[in-house]
């Protein structure tokens, strides 16, 4: 028989399984609503106030209580679960976001739980109406881009960051600390001025190589991404790598960064500049400190490359990558991008093609399962 969280279908994501836990643990009938809230502060209340209570119970009240409250706020408000590599939040209205794991570890660490509880369910409720912090930012930056006219709207967020159709990020971080406890207008100003920096906002002038050569990283990019961009993906530069995968040339400012134009591409080479291959110097230099991780599991063994900079799926097209994934893999060696942020290698193409889907269906900036190849001088389509 389907229940409520069978309702919110894809909306609920990875939180439906440890959500039903959470009741099955307790013997209870699947919480909802009013009941559900009422049921994780009575969970919570008890196990903050047992002295025997264990890190491990700690951690799986976390994990059940934290993904029904994330549920319950879905359901109430509408939204749905995002998920960006091991960060959970649920996005509540148009505008609101809220972590409801970190809902739980505040209150289990509290005084008065109950209260903390409270507190934080307060917070989520503001989001969901659109006066939270959050939610009045990105309130106030969709309204900057309709007063401006320019043809971007938000097609992806998580928290204040944002991607805008035509392929560019924001980070509205800085509008966030900058407006803190200020009141809408001036909320709205700092976003404006964000807006003001966007191309088209001040005559959609083409970047000069001069200022390109120091911002410009590639960046993988697959079929989803020019399916939601449709036509528009004609006038970006694009190269293509192999399957569904191609390479994206990226100009990086600060709490921004969008996709460089084909004309764009071409007047730097005018200019005398080689825009791919200053790229790659630059994402070289930038992964000098990357991190990876080999990892043994019960299917065999694999290295994730996990840095957190946005870099790390690119760095599959580095001449480098090969000694360094030889240091813990017998040859042949196999990569995979699924997305943004994660690489993946593994000299089982199974266990790697069953990672590289996985990660594939849960990312918020997803790229392709398909696999590579990694030579000492080359990198190929497997």
Same mark, same amino acid.
């Given at each position: 028989m389907n229940d409520w969280i069978d309702a919110l279908g894809d909306r609920a994501g990875s939180l439906a399984a440890p959500a039903r836990r959470f009741a099955e643990r307790r013997m209870l009938p699947l919480p909802q609503g009013t009941a559900a809230i009422e049921a994780i502060a009575d969970a919570v209340d008890r196990l903050a106030h047992d002295p025997a209570a264990s890190d491990e119970e700690d951690h799986a009240l976390v994990q059940e209580?934290? +993904?029904l409250l994330g549920l319950v706020l879905v359901e109430h408000f509408g939204g749905r679960h995002a998920q960006r590599d091991d960060d959970h939040r649920v996005l509540l209205?148009?505008? *609101?976001?809220?972590?409801?794991?970190?809902?739980?570890?505040? #209150? @289990?660490?509290?005084?008065?739980?109950?209260? &903390?509880? /409270? =507190?934080?369910? /307060?917070?989520? =409720?503001? $989001?969901?109406?659109? %006066?939270?912090?959050?939610?009045?930012?990105?309130?106030?930056? $969709? +309204?900057?881009? !309709?007063?401006? *006219?320019?043809?971007? *709207? !938000?097609?992806?967020?998580?928290?204040? =960051?944002?991607?805008?159709?035509?392929? !560019?990020?924001?980070d509205l971080r800085r509008v966030a600390e900058a407006t803190d406890d200020l009141d809408d207008a001036a909320v709205r100003a700092a976003a404006d001025r964000i807006v003001g920096l966007l191309p088209g906002a001040g005559g959609g002038a083409l970047t000069a190589w001069s200022e390109a050569r120091d911002r410009v990283l590639p960046r993988l990019v697959g079929r989803p991404l020019l399916e939601r961009l449709g036509a528009r993906a004609a006038d970006l530069y694009l190269r293509a790598i192999g399957h569904d995968v191609r390479v994206a040339l990226q100009l990086r400012y600060e709490g921004r960064s969008r996709y460089a134009r084909r004309d764009e591409v071409t007047r730097w080479r005018d200019e005398g500049g080689l825009p791919y291959a200053r790229a790659l110097e630059r994402l070289a230099q930038l992964s000098t400190s990357a991190r990876f991780a080999c990892v043994e599991g019960d299917e065999g063994r694999?290295?994730?490359? /996990?840095?957190?900079?946005?870099?790390?799926? +690119?760095?599959?097209?580095?001449?480098? @990558?090969?000694?360094?994934? +030889?240091? =813990?893999?017998? $040859?042949? !060696?196999?990569? #995979? #991008?699924?997305? /943004?942020? %994660? @690489?993946?290698?593994?000299?089982?193409? &199974?266990l790697l093609r069953r990672r590289a889907q996985d990660a594939f269906a849960r990312a918020p900036h997803p790229i392709s399962d398909a696999l590579f190849l990694v030579g000492p001088s080359s990198l190929d389509p497997a």
């Open positions: 209580a934290g +993904a209205g148009p505008y *609101g976001s809220f972590d409801p794991f970190a809902a739980i570890d505040a #209150a @289990l660490d509290a005084v008065e739980p109950s209260e &903390k509880l /409270r =507190e934080r369910i /307060r917070r989520a =409720e503001a $989001e969901g109406q659109g %006066t939270g912090p959050i939610a009045q930012v990105l309130r106030a930056f $969709e +309204a900057a881009l !309709i007063d401006r *006219g320019l043809p971007y *709207g !938000i097609v992806d967020r998580f928290d204040l =960051e944002v991607s805008l159709d035509g392929g !560019i990020e924001i694999w290295i994730v490359g /996990r840095t957190g900079d946005g870099l790390d799926s +690119a760095r599959l097209l580095l001449p480098t @990558l090969h000694p360094v994934l +030889a240091r =813990e893999l017998p $040859e042949p !060696i196999y990569a #995979a #991008a699924p997305h /943004r942020d %994660t @690489l993946l290698a593994s000299s089982d193409p &199974k």
